[in-house]
């Protein structure tokens, strides 16, 4: 009968893959075969000699003091144990930078989706605006109107001038808040001229409607208010 | 938690408690010393050695979570402290000798049935002084870290074959000097 080789028995005694087929036939030898059998128990003395040899291994008497003499100045101090909020630290910073990534992204390069508050404010300061500018364009027509009868010498119109004047000063306030220095540097120009209409008792050496018409034309107005109240029109326009 | 037991000892020495260390170190230095001097055999190489064990297990006491015993743990930087030893070793040159060595040493032999024990023992001690420092490491790994050629093979930087023969030469050395003790018995 062929014997397994020394190097075949280590393997099997310790268990190393030799495939089951040879296993199988080295495990059957060492149960049948007497002369495998004595080397397999050889070979089981041997190595239970080595573990014998090699467990025994104290260190030696003084070795303790040794080492610990020498590894006793290289012992810097321990590090305190994290915190278990540390452990989420990292977890949380970089949660954090995705939700602000998130938001500058959303901003910057996705089609913005007002909110309804949002919405209802834009909604609100655009009605506030529109109605102010139905109100100026209504302003601007009469006294469009108002200057022309100044212009043309025609009387009787100093009520509407008294009413214009207090208006015209509101609106003025009202641009300047609006941010249009330009209607409200015209208003604040028309306001004299507007008040010598209103004060007008048909005297022209004290001024009422004669200075009028001599500033109105002057100062050209007339073509400045309607260029001025086409610009409060439909598409607003800042001046 | 005993106050002195190794988790213990363990939470003290991570605030700082030299002593606490001390302690551990007392307990447990026979085991790691012994694991040091049965990859190595050197025993001054093994002081070193499990010095360095226990400096790396210091510095890396944060790390010990409690999963597992200290001493399991403690095993395992130990054995990886000796084989960064037996690496250094192998890198100064002292394995480039392996194969003239081995075949110095490589003698077939069929130790008798009537050969006592401690004849036995006294054989392989002295031809366990005669490995090469991988063969010494590859038979400890083996037989008694019962280690997987293949994770030797890893552990070491070398391959499944070269682990293969250089196991195959330490035995046959241990048999070789079996032969001799035998040859000299009247």
Redesign the interface.
Known sequence: MNQPS??EL??FH?G?DLGPERMAWIAAAVADDPNTT??Y???R???D???????A????PD??D???R???P?????????PVWFEWLLPGLALAASIGLGIVIGRNWLAPTPTLEETRLTLDANAGDRVLAAHLARHLSQTERLLRVAENGEVGSEQLAATLVEGNRLYAAAATRAGKPALAQFLTELEPVLRELANDDGDNALGGAGVAREQIRSRDLIYRLQALAALQSPTPQRL | MSPDSDSALVERARCGDVRAFQCLFERHLRAVYAVCLRLLGDPALAEDAAQEAFLKAHRRLDQFDGRAAFQTWLHRITLNTAIEFVRRRRGGGDFADDAALADAHDHQADPSVGISQAEIVRGVSSALQQLTSLERSVFVLRHLEQRSLGEIAQLLSSNVNACKQAIFRAVRKMRAQLAHLEASVP
Do not use: H, K, N, Y
Not at chain 1, 49 to 55: G, H, P
Not at chain 1, 74 to 82: C, E, I, N
């Open positions: 020394d190097d280590l393997m310790f190393e004595r080397r128990v050889e070979l003395r041997l190595l000699a080595s573990t014998t040899l090699l467990s291994t104290e260190p030696g070795a303790a040794r080492i610990w020498q590894l006793r290289q012992l810097a101090p321990a590090r305190r144990p994290r």
